[in-house]
């Protein structure tokens, strides 16, 4: 059984331009959040992803945008950076079924900096 | 709104004695409550979940609705504690289904 791995590990941008973030779910899982932790901070959640569709978001703007795959992997796309996107961004993975959640599982997440 | 709360940044104990650490949590309606850990250099982990009721590396977490409390409890604390804790809460239903609110965490220290 695999966990949830992250790619890529670090990366650094300039202001302004666009970033993809990638998420290979725990093997069984149908279901892939994503989470945004600032340094000092705890995670805050961005959106989730069930049956390839957003199914929450958090406060967020929409220059932050996903995608899940039929393999349920994930993409997490941010729009024109700016500085304080500056953090590391988690994904989860987790099965949803019969009305509950299992298996919450993160990854190591990648470390995005904005200069 | 979900909210939750760690009152203590940082909390400092010797190895073999009690620590708790706090959680406090506002959601209108019946939530479910985790923690999670994080060891240097790890990633974010589950230590236990409020539904399963089970004690995990001798750590244990009551649910008190009364003061919407879920605090983290463990009797003797050892060295290999010393981790990076989060209290987080999740929905059960609607658009907070599945999604963790997250506290700012709390930083134990367990001295020799």
């Known amino acids: 059984e695999t966990g949830v791995t992250q790619s890529p590990t670090h990366l650094i941008k300039t202001r302004g331009q666009q970033v993809t973030l990638r998420c290979s779910s725990q093997?069984?899982?149908?279901?892939v959040s994503w989470y945004q932790q600032a340094l000092g901070q705890g995670p805050q959640f961005i959106f989730q992803?069930?049956?390839?569709?957003?199914?929450g978001r958090g406060n967020f703007p929409p220059r932050f945008s996903g995608l899940q795959f039929p393999n349920y992997s994930s993409e997490l796309n941010v729009n024109a950076l700016e500085l304080d996107d500056s953090a590391l961004y988690l994904c989860?993975?987790?099965?949803?079924?019969?009305?509950?959640?299992?298996?919450?599982?993160f990854g190591s997440g990648t470390r995005l900096t904005v200069v | 709104a979900q909210r939750v709360t760690q009152p203590e940044k940082l909390l400092s104990v010797f190895k073999g004695a009690p620590v708790e650490l706090k959680c406090n949590y506002s959601?209108?309606?019946?939530?479910?409550l985790f923690w999670y850990v994080q060891y240097s250099r790890q990633r974010l982990q589950l230590l236990l979940r409020?539904?399963s009721r089970e004690s995990i590396k001798g750590f244990t977490a009551d649910l008190n609705k009364g003061e919407t409390s879920f605090h983290l409890k463990k009797p003797f604390a050892q060295e290999e504690d010393s981790a990076m804790y989060y209290c987080?809460?999740?929905?059960?239903?609607?658009?907070?289904?599945?999604?963790?609110?997250f506290g700012q965490g709390t930083i134990l220290t367990v001295h020799p």
């Open positions: 989860a993975s987790s099965l949803r079924a019969t009305g509950r959640v299992y298996g919450y599982t």
């Open positions: 093997s069984g899982h149908n279901t």
């Open positions: 992803y069930y049956r390839e569709e957003e199914n």
């Open positions: 959601y209108s309606g019946s939530p479910e």
């Open positions: 409020h539904i």
């Open positions: 987080a809460l999740s929905g059960l239903g609607g658009t907070s289904y599945g999604k963790l609110t």
